[in-house]
T-cell receptor
C-alpha cells in the first residue's frame, strides 16, 4: 500500500517558467514532509521540508505548500532552470525515525 | 567528510548467486537505512538500524534478504539466492539523531540479476 503517492511520473517545463510537482499521502499521522532531489547515478539529496503545523515553507526558488485537509503537498520551483532537471521524491514521516518515499517525478527543464 | 560510501557501484550476477552490498555511513551518525529504488515502488525502506541494532526490518521483502551492522562504520545487505526481480538500485543512508531531517544518501549500488 503506497502511503505517499506521486501520480505524475514526469513533467516537462520551459526554462524560466514555474514547475509544480505534486504529492498525495494517505496517513493522517504524518507530521513532517520533505522533498529530495536526485540526479542520475547519485543518491537523493535533501531539498526542502515542512512541518505539519505550517502550510508553506520557502527557500529561494523553492516553495513547498501543505494542504492537510486534502492530504496534499506540492513543490513549486520558480523560475525553473535547466539544472533543476532531476527526479524529485516526496517523503513523509510520522515523528519516528523513518521516511516513507513516493515513486518520484522526473522533471525536465528545457531551454 | 567523504559522505556515505557504498560498494560496489554496479553488480551483475547470475540468478541463484549470493550478492553482498556494502555501506560505510558518515562517522558519528547513529542511524543507518537501506532503501531500494524501483520504477513501480519508488524508494522503499528495507531495514534500518540505530546504534548498530536493527529497529525495523518490516520492509525486507523475503527471507532471502538479510542485513547486518557489525559496528558503527559498516553495514551489509545480502541477498541469497538472488533472483531477476531483485534487480534495482539499492541505497544506503545515514543520519544523526532521531528524525528524518538529516538523511545523507550514498550513491547507490545498481544490481542486475540475469
Amino acid at each position: 500500500d503506497q502511503q505517499v503517492k506521486q501520480n505524475s511520473p514526469s513533467l516537462s517545463v520551459q526554462e524560466g517558467r514555474i514547475s509544480i510537482l505534486n504529492c498525495d499521502y494517505t496517513n493522517s499521522m504524518f507530521d513532517y514532509f520533505l522533498w529530495y532531489k536526485k540526479y542520475p547515478a547519485e543518491g537523493p539529496t535533501f531539498l526542502i521540508s515542512i512541518s505539519s503545523i505550517k502550510d508553506k515553507n520557502e527557500d529561494g526558488r523553492f516553495t513547498v505548500f501543505l494542504n492537510k485537509s486534502a492530504k496534499h503537498l506540492s513543490l513549486h520551483i520558480v523560475p525553473s532552470q535547466p539544472g533543476d532537471s532531476a527526479v524529485y521524491f516526496c517523503a513523509a514521516s510520522n515523528g519516528g525515525d523513518k521516511l516513507i518515499f513516493g515513486t518520484g517525478t522526473r522533471l525536465q527543464v528545457f531551454p | 567528510d567523504a559522505g556515505v560510501i557504498q560498494s560496489p557501484r554496479h553488480e551483475v550476477t547470475e540468478m541463484g548467486q549470493e550478492v553482498t552490498l556494502r555501506c560505510k555511513p558518515i562517522s558519528g551518525h547513529d542511524y543507518l537505512f537501506w532503501y531500494r529504488q524501483t520504477m513501480m515502488r519508488g524508494l522503499e525502506l528495507l531495514i534500518y538500524f540505530n546504534n548498530n541494532v536493527p529497529i525495523d526490518d518490516s520492509g525486507m521483502p523475503e527471507d532471502r534478504f538479510s542485513a547486518k551492522m557489525p559496528n558503527a562504520s559498516f553495514s551489509t545487505l545480502k541477498i541469497q539466492p538472488s533472483e531477476p526481480r531483485d534487480s534495482a538500485v539499492y541505497f544506503c543512508a545515514s543520519s544523526l539523531g532521531q528524525g528524518p531531517r538529516g538523511y545523507t544518501f550514498g550513491s547507490g549500488t545498481r544490481l542486475t540479476v540475469v
